[in-house]
């Protein structure tokens, strides 16, 4: 956690200090209004550590309203950035040719990087509530010839102080249009403690699914804590699956990986996954959860599809691209190289600020079709 807020102070505190140095030097600011943008930037940075603060004594009510402001100028102030390096570019590259390029009037640039930044920004937060439903088909020989198997995939749904009862109703209507045989989470349902969160698990218990609801943790669950993210999901159907697999149907193994890339409480440092796979009937096809979109050691090749999120699509442009260096596999589905696919989600909900840019939400239906002479 440390290493985390090192970063987030690096990062947040960097874009902050970025985007306000600009508003300094297009009205030639003094030392007051210097000291009043820099008070304002040090609230932003530390207004979700106070949200965090806030929901673990108990206050969860007030730090709703908080996080909301605090995460939209965090979604606002990364937009704004991304805009204002293009002049910065711009002007770099004068630089280099000695004045080659015409000078850019420094008020009329800023005022143009707030509006186009602006017009982004709010874009983003349409699309943040949005949903849109990615169909995959696959055959599989473990199942019965010409059955069909309806599966729905959630994944970083983050109900929290910024994705209430209002995003999980969406998404709640949307999983019942699908009439889906089996659902499954692969991590970051809960985003943090929630005052309501009792209620909000009882509204995710009505969506049924005839062969199972079953979840992996992720980073998010750990951060909320094991007890209460468990508990949550207890009370919302699903079952956790913390290592453990489970056989919905004849002909079908789903394994259930926990989150251990980083060293959390509760999570064991080592996985025999080859032993999990051993347990299984001969001629199952095998579907891993997991919540991070790498493929476990020893399991590669040996299973049919893997189903991931975390990574977002890097929720808003250009993030993608420093995220894509981190998780090659970001966004869709890929044929693994050495047999089976990996699907990795965008993302149901959004984590952080309500916006997203260039990366809907969404909800993955995967059809399982039964074709015992198919390789997977």
């Known amino acids: 956690m440390s290493t985390f807020l090192l970063l987030y102070f690096a990062i947040y505190g960097g874009l902050n200090a970025y985007a306000l140095s600009k508003a300094k030097a297009a009205f030639a600011l003094g030392w007051k209004g210097t000291l009043g943008l820099a008070l304002f930037g040090l609230c932003m940075v530390l207004g979700p550590i106070l949200v965090r603060v806030m929901e673990r004594v108990g206050m969860e009510a007030p730090a709703r309203p908080i996080a909301m402001l605090v995460m939209l100028w965090f979604g606002y102030v990364f937009v704004f950035a991304s805009v204002a390096v293009l002049p910065d570019l711009y002007r770099l590259i004068s630089l280099i040719t000695r004045g080659a390029l015409p000078a850019l009037p420094v008020r009329t640039v800023f005022y143009v990087v707030l509006s186009v930044s602006l017009v982004v920004f709010v874009y983003g937060v349409f699309e943040a509530r949005g949903l849109e439903v990615e169909r995959i088909s696959m055959k599989l020989k473990g199942l019965s010839p010409g059955s069909v198997i309806k599966l729905v995939q959630i994944s970083d749904l983050h109900l929290g102080p910024t994705q209430g009862e209002g995003r999980l109703r969406k998404v709640m209507e949307a999983i019942e249009a699908e009439s889906p045989d089996i659902i499954v989470s692969t991590g970051d349902i809960v985003d943090g403690l929630m005052h309501d969160s009792v209620e909000m698990a009882l509204m995710f218990a009505s969506v049924k699914a005839p062969l199972g609801k079953f979840a992996v943790m992720g980073n998010h669950e750990y951060y909320a804590g094991v007890d209460y993210s468990t508990e949550f999901h207890r009370m919302a159907g699903f079952q956790m699956l913390r290592d453990k697999v489970v056989r919905p149907v004849a002909g079908l193994s789903i394994v259930g ?120």
């Open 257 to 376: 990986l926990d989150f251990r890339e980083r060293v959390v409480p509760g999570a064991s440092k080592e996985l025999n996954a080859v032993k999990l796979l051993e347990a299984l009937p001969n001629g199952d096809s095998v579907i891993v959860l997991k919540h991070v979109p790498f493929v476990q050691g020893g399991l590669a090749g040996r299973v049919a599809l893997q189903l991931s999120g975390h990574t977002h699509n890097g929720q808003i442009f250009p993030f993608n691209l420093p995220t894509k260096v981190v998780y090659p596999y970001i966004t869709g589905t890929y044929d693994l190289p050495e047999g089976g696919k990996l699907h990795v989600s965008r993302g149901t909900g959004s984590w952080g600020p309500p916006v997203r840019v260039l990366s809907p939400p969404e909800l993955t239906v995967i059809e399982l079709i039964g074709a015992p002479n198919s390789t997977h």
